[in-house]
T-cell receptor, first 113, second 114 residues
Framework: GENVEQHPSTLSVQEGDSAVIKCTYS??????FPWYKQELGKRPQLIID?????GEKKDQRIAVTLNKTAKHFSLHITETQPEDSAVYFC????????????FGTGTQLKVEL | DAGVIQSPRHEVTEMGQEVTLRCKPI?????LFWYRQTMMRGLELLIY????????DSGMPEDRFSAKMPNASFSTLKIQPSEPRDSAVYFC????????????FGPGTRLTVT
């Protein structure tokens, strides 16, 4: 089955700096890679996703890149703000088979003033 | 839409008691997922259903856990008997297979077993 590794487990940045979270996956057949944000005491929510036919996707201050050859993908947050503080999870799946997501272990991002 | 609905939001029970968690997926969604979240183990998929049929229950910890989905709008996760190590937040999520693939999570049930 799929295995997803995520690094770092914790990340502290100054407000305004950029943050990068990296994930690797094991199953080369996986073709869908979402990122979820979970604020303290809340539910995980999708913030951005990328499919294997695309190398990069941006949405305002958030971007995700995918390297299929190396089987890794990354989340980039620019101009970080205190409200970006949360736990971020990457995930991977092969769509069409029920969309069972395999999640990474999460990154606790803290944006300091 | 009200989103995914879970009940109860909090449950405190004694070891050995039966616990039933409930989930109502978003109308029209045909996939439903049960997750458990703890600090030690992160977010674990327990079981998921497609069109009310259990597809993969390999994440269910042991026979004390069971899940059902009698119709498209309701699912239950039952723990019998409960143990302190079952204490966690249990999330239900739903998605539309064939759509955007996004999983919509419910607010979760915080279970404490004493």
């Amino acid at each position: 089955g799929e295995n997803v590794e995520q690094h770092p487990s914790t990340l502290s940045v100054q407000e305004g700096d950029s943050a990068v979270i990296k994930c690797t996956y094991s199953d080369s057949a996986s073709n869908y890679f979402p990122w979820y944000k979970q604020e303290l005491g809340k539910r995980p929510q999708l913030i951005i996703d990328i499919r294997s036919n695309v190398g990069e996707k941006k949405d305002q201050r958030i971007a995700v890149t995918l390297n299929k050859t190396a089987k890794h993908f990354s989340l980039h947050i620019t101009e970080t703000q205190p409200e970006d503080s949360a736990v971020y999870f990457c995930a991977a799946t092969l769509t069409g088979g029920g969309n069972k997501l395999t999640f990474g272990t999460g990154t606790q991002l803290k944006v300091e003033l | 839409d009200a989103g995914v609905i879970q009940s109860p939001r909090h449950e405190v029970t004694e070891m050995g008691q039966e616990v039933t968690l409930r989930c109502k997926p978003i109308s029209g969604h045909n996939s439903l997922f049960w997750y458990r979240q703890t600090m030690m183990r992160g977010l674990e998929l327990l079981i998921y259903f497609n069109n009310n049929v259990p597809i993969d229950d390999s994440g269910m910890p042991e026979d004390r856990f069971s899940a059902k989905m009698p119709n498209a709008s309701f699912s239950t996760l039952k723990i019998q008997p409960s143990e302190p190590r079952d204490s966690a937040v249990y999330f239900c999520a739903s998605s539309y297979q064939g759509g955007s693939y996004e999983q919509y999570f419910g607010p979760g049930t915080r279970l404490t077993v004493t």
